[in-house]
Nanobody
Framework: QVQVAESGGGLVQAGGSLRLSCAAS??????????MGWFRQAPGKERQIVAA????????YYADSVKGRFTVSRDNAKNTVYLQMNSLKPEDTAVYYC?????????????????WGQGTQVTVSS
């Protein structure tokens, strides 16, 4: 099993930046290939994919709404995945979740992910 925990959320003005971190623990040795994803859920809306990254960090996916503004990366030596969020907009306000699943690619579908964090709130003021 893998446990994941997000950190780094907060309140920021529009145009500002935040970096979210997701620390993984448990079955995270180099022999376990796990992909990571970032999702978000705004009030009254369904949870949606934001970004995803494969276990090497060489392949990534971004939702159209965040392309060019967000960057996902990982440091496997630290078992940590990051989401750098720049040029934030009020519509980016949501609870952001980190998720993990075992596999060699990156994955977009929410149902693919087995392990989820508790979420961290990101609020962007106008």
């Amino acid at each position: 099993q893998v446990q994941v925990a997000e950190s780094g959320g907060g309140l920021v003005q529009a145009g500002g930046s935040l970096r979210l971190s997701c620390a993984a623990s448990g079955r995270t040795s180099s022999q376990s290939y796990y992909a990571m994803g970032w999702f978000r859920q705004a009030p009254g809306k369904e949870r949606q994919i934001v970004a995803a990254i494969d276990y090497t960090g060489s392949s990534t996916y971004y939702a159209d709404s965040v392309k060019g503004r967000f960057t996902v990366s990982r440091d496997n030596a630290k078992n940590t995945v990051y989401l750098q969020m720049n040029s934030l907009k009020p519509e980016d306000t949501a609870v952001y979740y980190c998720a993990a699943t075992f596999g060699t690619s990156f994955y977009i579908a929410e149902r693919t992910y087995e392990y989820w964090g508790q979420g961290t709130q990101v609020t962007v003021s106008s």
